[in-house]
């Protein structure tokens, strides 16, 4: 009779053990009911993009979603202002499929500006947006650095705000780089560095 050694005993053991400790593991749903969420925009940069707010619904961790049913789950007839230092700007809802029925040059600005492929056929993505920003190319509303902005978002059922500042700007002081330990073996690969002065006191 061939006899088992002991390192071969422990290691069936393992194998044993681990196979019945493998389970699926489901997260529990603590999803109660749908809520607003509120995703917004302002910046001041060399590539312009107009001021915009995304407003969709909530919903489960676990769900899967269809075109139509991402669809579904943007907000619409919402009242979406911009405030500042006095100045005002109301933000226009625009869907997509809209555009391309009016202009289908200004759709493509608009999903260019978003950061979305121009063949995104079949979301219809809406957004509140300066809509005059996408058509000149210049804010509606002054962006300077350290200046405060307040967002009121108004629907059917909720009144939502929000606010934030604009960060004064700081120029990278320097960049280098420097070739990896290996090289020339690895002559392709080089760690790069920058240096830029934090300015004390600001958030």
Known sequence: MKKIGIRGLLLACIGFGLGACEQEYIPEDVFDKPDIVVEGYIQKSDSFVPTYVILTQSKPY??????????????????????????????????????AAIDTSLRTTVLAGL????????????????????????????ITEGRRYDLVVETSSKRLTATTTIPRYVPIDSVWSVRHPNYPANDSLFSVFGRFSDPAGED
């Open 115 to 142: 950061g979305l492929p121009t063949a995104s056929a079949n979301l219809n993505v809406c957004i509140y947006a300066d809509l005059n920003g996408f058509i000149t190319g210049r804010s509606s509303i002054p």
């Open 62 to 99: 676990l769900s899967t979603f269809s075109a139509e049913e991402l669809n579904s789950l943007f907000v619409h007839g919402a009242t979406v202002k911009v405030y500042s230092n006095g100045d005002s700007l109301q933000l226009t809802e625009i869907c997509l499929n809209d555009l």
